[in-house]
C-alpha cells in the first residue's frame, strides 16, 4: 500500500478505529472511524488474535481480528494492524490473506524482531517500525510537554539520525514516528529511504497543521472526524 503522500494531503489514520469516539479496539470504534471518513484504521492485535492493547486488556468483550477484518473488508477503507507482540506474526499474515486485505493493508510493530519476521512471511505487505516503544512513556506525554525537555529536545535532534539504521535494521518501508519526535529533518531523513512517515498520536488541530506542514504522510488520531475536517479546512 502506497502511504506517500505525493504533493496530497496526508491521510489521517483512526487510531484504535476511533478511540476518542467510542471504546478503543472495539467494533464500534473501527465503525465510528469509518464514518468519520478515516483512510485506515488502525487496531491493536495482542496474542490469541484479539483487540487489545496488552494481553491483560483482553476480556469477553474484545473482537477476534476476523470480526475487525470482517467488517473492514467491504468499506473501501485501509486497514492498519498494530502487532503489539512477537510470536504470532504468522497468524496475523494468514488472516490478512483470508480476507483479501493484503493489498490495503499496513503491519506495524515497535519491535525490530517482528517487523523482520513480517517481512519475511509477508514481504509484499507494508510494513512500518514504531518509535519509540511505550516502555519509554512517550505515548502517555502531551506536547508540549514532551517537546520542551532537554531530554526530549536532544532525542527530537537525534531521531533523523537513527531513522536509516533503524529502517534497514527492522526491514520496514514505513516510520511510525510518535509526533513530538517528529521534525521536517527527521521527514527528509524518511523520504530519502523511500519510507514514508506516519505521526502518532494527534488529537488537536493545532499540532494536525504543524504535522502536515512538516511534511509527515499520515496522521494518527483518535479522533479522525476532527483530523479530516482540520485538513480540509482553509490554514
Same mark, same amino acid.
Given at each position: 500500500?502506497?502511504?506517500?503522500?505525493?504533493?496530497?494531503?496526508?491521510?489521517?489514520?483512526?487510531?484504535?478505529?476511533?478511540?476518542?469516539?467510542?471504546?478503543?479496539?472495539?467494533?464500534?470504534?473501527?465503525?465510528?472511524?469509518? %464514518?468519520?471518513?478515516?483512510?485506515?484504521?488502525?487496531?491493536?492485535?495482542?496474542?490469541?488474535?484479539?483487540?487489545?492493547?496488552?494481553?491483560?486488556?483482553?476480556?469477553?468483550?474484545?473482537?477476534?481480528?476476523?470480526? $475487525?477484518?470482517?467488517?473492514? %473488508?467491504?468499506?473501501?477503507?485501509?486497514?492498519?494492524?498494530?502487532?503489539?507482540?512477537?510470536?504470532?506474526?504468522?497468524?496475523?499474515?494468514? /488472516?490478512?490473506?483470508?480476507?483479501?486485505?493484503?493489498?490495503?493493508?499496513?503491519?506495524?510493530?515497535?519491535?525490530?524482531?517482528?517487523?523482520?519476521?513480517?517481512?519475511?512471511?509477508?514481504?509484499?505487505?507494508?510494513?512500518?517500525?514504531?518509535?519509540?516503544?511505550?516502555?519509554?512513556?512517550?505515548?502517555?506525554?502531551? #506536547?508540549?510537554?514532551?517537546?520542551?525537555?532537554?531530554?526530549?529536545?536532544?532525542?527530537?535532534?537525534?531521531?533523523? #539520525?537513527?531513522?536509516?539504521?533503524?529502517?534497514?535494521? %527492522?526491514?520496514?518501508?514505513?516510520?511510525?514516528?510518535?509526533?513530538?519526535? /517528529?521534525?521536517?529533518?527527521?521527514? $527528509?531523513?524518511?523520504?530519502?529511504?523511500?519510507?514514508?512517515?506516519?505521526?502518532?498520536?494527534?488529537?488537536?488541530?493545532?499540532?494536525?497543521?504543524?504535522?502536515?506542514?512538516?511534511?509527515?504522510?499520515?496522521?494518527?488520531?483518535?479522533?479522525?472526524?476532527?483530523?479530516?475536517?482540520?485538513?480540509?479546512?482553509?490554514?
Amino acid at each position: 500500500m502506497n502511504l506517500l503522500r505525493a504533493g496530497g494531503p496526508p491521510l489521517v489514520i483512526g487510531h484504535r478505529g476511533a478511540g476518542a469516539v467510542e471504546p478503543e479496539n472495539s467494533l464500534a470504534s473501527l465503525a465510528a472511524a469509518v %464514518a468519520a471518513g478515516a483512510d485506515l484504521v488502525e487496531f491493536d492485535v495482542a496474542p490469541g488474535l484479539r483487540l487489545a492493547h496488552a494481553p491483560q486488556d483482553v476480556d469477553g468483550d474484545s473482537p477476534s481480528l476476523d470480526d $475487525a477484518l470482517a467488517l473492514l %473488508a467491504g468499506r473501501g477503507v485501509g486497514v492498519h494492524v498494530d502487532v503489539k507482540l512477537p510470536g504470532y506474526e504468522h497468524e496475523v499474515v494468514d /488472516c490478512l490473506r483470508r480476507h483479501g486485505l493484503g493489498d490495503r493493508a499496513v503491519l506495524s510493530t515497535a519491535f525490530v524482531e517482528v517487523a523482520r519476521r513480517l517481512a519475511v512471511v509477508a514481504p509484499d505487505v507494508s510494513r512500518a517500525i514504531g518509535y519509540p516503544r511505550d516502555r519509554y512513556g512517550v505515548s502517555r506525554l502531551r #506536547w508540549p510537554a514532551l517537546a520542551t525537555g532537554a531530554g526530549a529536545a536532544m532525542l527530537r535532534a537525534a531521531v533523523p #539520525w537513527r531513522i536509516s539504521l533503524l529502517l534497514r535494521a %527492522a526491514r520496514a518501508d514505513a516510520l511510525a514516528l510518535h509526533h513530538a519526535l /517528529c521534525s521536517e529533518r527527521a521527514v $527528509a531523513a524518511a523520504h530519502r529511504r523511500g519510507a514514508p512517515v506516519l505521526a502518532w498520536t494527534v488529537n488537536d488541530a493545532a499540532s494536525v497543521r504543524r504535522l502536515a506542514a512538516m511534511g509527515v504522510d499520515a496522521i494518527v488520531s483518535d479522533d479522525p472526524g476532527m483530523a479530516v475536517a482540520t485538513l480540509r479546512s482553509p490554514a
